[in-house]
């Protein structure tokens, strides 16, 4: 299932990648993904009260990583952005979740955490023609995923149903971004949609799909392993913006990704 929600992360980020204004792409997929998740949550089971002050956070930080999401593709290509966005997250979530939230990892899942992450952040050792500023936002926003994983991690147990706390989350979170592009950017908006709704369906279907899935492997084991096998999107993302978005693939990238199967390996044997 985690495996399943990476390959589905990794294709609406390619989806944002390939726009012309990334920005507003992004926001196009998180508007369509709150829609989405609107018609999904009649028919789900009400979320635990007690989940709903972790849902109020979430929807802030995850307002803020769609913001931060479009500003690294406008200024960085996919193949070094990307990694380090989903590639820093994992150390962040693992080292949070053992000393602060009392989980135990065996020696394998710590070993899969840093193959992971060692991998992903090799892969962007390969080349640094991308702009440095996309970098200082892809290590930011890393320290929002960070954020939200641990948030959503607790308030997924919480709620008693992960798909309609991640329904919740994400129509509360189109809320605030559709108001800012409607007063800053209404007619650019309204042509994108008009124009690339299908784009928009098919990326925030992927968008509420992927994230329910991981919510509810948190559900069934350690925050920090599910987050690092998460990781694994960037095999995807890897091949799309090799063999999709022509980016050039390197040793130096490929012996990332090789790093990163390891890591996958070691913890689904933890």
């Given at each position: 299932?985690?495996?399943?929600?990476a390959?589905?992360?990794?294709?609406?980020?390619?989806?944002?990648?390939?726009?012309?204004?990334?920005?507003l792409?992004?926001?196009?997929?998180?508007?369509?993904?709150a829609?989405?998740a609107?018609?999904?949550?009649?028919?789900?089971?009400?979320?635990?009260?007690?989940?709903?002050?972790?849902?109020?956070?979430?929807?802030l930080?995850h307002?803020?990583?769609?913001?931060?999401?479009?500003?690294?593709?406008?200024?960085?290509?996919?193949?070094?952005?990307?990694?380090?966005?989903?590639?820093?997250?994992?150390?962040i979530?693992?080292?949070?979740?053992?000393f602060?939230?009392?989980?135990s990892?065996?020696?394998?899942?710590?070993?899969g955490?840093?193959l992971i992450s060692?991998?992903?952040?090799?892969?962007?050792?390969?080349r640094?023609?991308?702009?440095?500023?996309?970098v200082?936002?892809?290590?930011?926003?890393?320290a929002?995923?960070?954020?939200?994983t641990?948030?959503?991690g607790?308030?997924a147990?919480?709620?008693?149903?992960?798909?309609?706390?991640?329904?919740?989350v994400?129509?509360?979170?189109?809320i605030?971004?559709?108001?800012?592009?409607?007063?800053?950017?209404?007619?650019a908006f309204?042509?994108?949609v008009?124009?690339?709704?299908?784009?928009?369906l098919?990326?925030?279907?992927?968008?509420?799909?992927?994230?329910?899935?991981?919510?509810?492997?948190?559900?069934?084991?350690?925050?920090?392993v599910?987050a690092?096998?998460?990781?694994?999107?960037?095999?995807?993302?890897?091949?799309?913006?090799g063999?999709?978005?022509?980016?050039?693939?390197?040793?130096?990238?490929i012996a990332?990704?090789?790093?990163?199967?390891?890591?996958?390996?070691?913890?689904?044997?933890?």
């Amino acid at each position: 299932m985690v495996l399943t929600a990476a390959a589905l992360h990794a294709s609406w980020n390619a989806l944002v990648k390939g726009g012309e204004d990334k920005v507003l792409m992004t926001i196009l997929v998180a508007t369509f993904a709150a829609a989405v998740a609107a018609l999904a949550i009649p028919f789900l089971e009400m979320p635990a009260a007690r989940s709903f002050p972790y849902i109020i956070a979430s929807v802030l930080i995850h307002v803020v990583y769609f913001a931060l999401v479009g500003s690294a593709y406008r200024v960085g290509d996919m193949g070094q952005t990307y990694p380090l966005m989903r590639g820093t997250a994992p150390f962040i979530v693992a080292l949070v979740s053992a000393f602060a939230m009392g989980e135990s990892l065996s020696v394998a899942a710590w070993a899969g955490v840093a193959l992971i992450s060692f991998g992903i952040l090799a892969m962007v050792t390969e080349r640094h023609d991308g702009s440095r500023r996309g970098v200082y936002i892809a290590l930011t926003n890393a320290a929002v995923i960070a954020s939200y994983t641990l948030t959503d991690g607790a308030g997924a147990r919480l709620s008693g149903s992960p798909a309609a706390y991640a329904s919740w989350v994400f129509m509360l979170t189109g809320i605030p971004l559709g108001c800012w592009v409607l007063v800053r950017s209404r007619p650019a908006f309204a042509e994108l949609v008009r124009t690339r709704w299908r784009i928009g369906l098919i990326g925030g279907m992927a968008t509420v799909l992927s994230y329910s899935l991981v919510l509810w492997a948190m559900t069934r084991a350690p925050v920090a392993v599910v987050a690092a096998l998460r990781e694994t999107a960037i095999l995807f993302g890897t091949a799309i913006a090799g063999f999709v978005l022509k980016e050039r693939l390197g040793v130096v990238r490929i012996a990332g990704a090789c790093l990163i199967g390891l890591g996958a390996i070691a913890l689904r044997i933890a």
